[in-house]
């Protein structure tokens, strides 16, 4: 009596092979998908703590110094003052433009040259265009948070409060 031997065929392995990777092929872009906006959202939310720090920094230090200039002086040192008032992460308050957080570069810009600082821009762009985010957004002193309609690349720098305040508003609940 002969016996069978026991296995797959390679007709069978091939078959499992092809069903993993066509779910791979439907799972890595959901994936990618999901990725980049949960880095919007995160991105999003920094520019909301920025609008915040820099209202509390106006409030604290706006006599003589009006707005924080840069996103450094927002930033943590071990002397908190109106150079350095502690009211940001170091990531987000680093000491050279851009600060990385979350797949996102910031910028900051003002219109004014030098203190006091009556107006201020966050920006905050993809560090790789659809691969950490898809949008380029900004904030002002009015603390809306607005992004670049048909936008294609990440930015370079901080855009300036005039443009910023011409983006479109985002809302937060966006098709993609």
């Not at 910028?107 to 905050?124: G, K, L, N, Q, V």
């Not at 762009?125 to 691969?131: E, K, L």
């Amino acid at each position: 009596m002969a016996h069978k031997e026991k296995g797959f065929s390679l007709i069978e392995l091939l078959i499992v092979v092809a069903i993993i990777l066509i779910i791979a092929a439907i799972a890595i872009p959901n994936m990618i998908n999901s990725r980049i906006r949960a880095n919007e959202a995160a991105a999003v939310q920094a520019l909301r703590t920025l609008n915040t720090s820099q209202a509390a920094y106006n409030t604290t230090y706006g006599g003589l110094q009006g707005y924080a200039g840069t996103l450094g002086v927002l930033g943590p040192a071990a002397t908190c003052d109106a150079t350095h008032a502690c009211m940001i992460d170091n990531l987000l308050g680093c000491a050279a433009e851009p600060c990385i957080r979350g797949g996102f570069k910031f910028f900051s810009a003002s219109d004014s040259s030098s203190p006091p600082y009556t107006d201020y821009a966050f920006t905050a762009t993809p560090i790789q265009w659809n691969s950490s985010g898809a949008k380029n957004f900004c904030t002002s002193e009015d603390g809306m948070i607005r992004y670049q309609l048909d936008a294609n690349a990440s930015l370079g720098s901080a855009v300036p409060h005039g443009t910023c305040v011409n983006f479109a508003l985002y809302n937060g609940i966006q098709n993609h």
